[in-house]
């Protein structure tokens, strides 16, 4: 490639990062009131009581403290997201999709990626992506997925959860994971909870 060429493909690789730049401006996906699931249940090393509780005080968007690679990733994340979610609503399986859930009690709030109706039960449905050679070593479900579940099937009160993990640069490889609701995997998050608003209300 002559310098030119390159230098050119460099000034349009930067303009197309900013437009991801751009989207985390405008982008309202990323608004989330309340404590949001996946926040509730970090890593004792990364949670944080005063974070949190003052994120629920003061509205903010999460999408501006995202690398834009990161941001990339997550809109390869959504086609997958949205396929299934299409599938299961043109099927009419669809119960909700992405609806977003809050507790008042808690100040929880929380957005399966479904709910569906399948061999007449329901079930929350959470949808995962990851590149094919992470995908073909995984053995078994990561328990920060399945404690993510398991808060959205406490919020719902749905009993049963099904995780679909796809492969990303597969063009039909997936695999479900059957959750059962396990209350002593999030009781110590749900514990979180009850101190945060603790320290909300007083």
């Known amino acids: ?54 994120k629920t005080l003061f509205s903010y968007n999460s999408s501006q403290y995202l690398p834009t690679r990161v941001i990339r990733r997550m809109k390869t994340g959504d086609y997958i997201h949205l396929k299934w ?29 479904a709910i569906i109706e399948l061999m007449n039960k329901n079930w929350v449905i959470e949808i995962k992506s990851k590149k094919k050679e992470s995908y073909e070593t995984m053995t078994k479900l990561p328990i920060g997925v399945e404690r993510q579940i398991q808060i959205y099937m406490y919020m719902t009160g749905i009993s049963r959860g099904i995780v679909i993990f796809e492969a990303i640069d597969s063009k039909s490889s997936f695999r479900p994971y059957i959750v059962r609701s396990n209350y002593d995997l999030i009781s110590k998050y749900v514990d979180r909870l009850y101190k945060i608003s603790v320290l909300i209300v007083y």
Not at 4 to 14: G, M, P, S, Y
Not at 87 to 99: N, P, Q, R, S, Y
């Open 1 to 54: 490639m002559n310098p030119a060429d390159k230098l050119l493909q460099e000034t349009v690789k930067n303009k197309l990062d900013d437009m991801y730049k751009e989207l985390r401006k405008t982008n309202h996906r990323y608004h989330r009131p309340g404590i949001h699931a996946s926040g509730i249940i970090e890593t004792d090393g990364t949670f944080c009581i005063r974070e949190k509780v003052l």
């Open 85 to 113: 979610q299409d599938m299961f609503e043109e099927i009419g399986a669809g119960i909700t999709c992405e609806k977003q859930f809050m507790s008042n009690k808690w100040l929880l709030s929380g957005s399966p990626d």
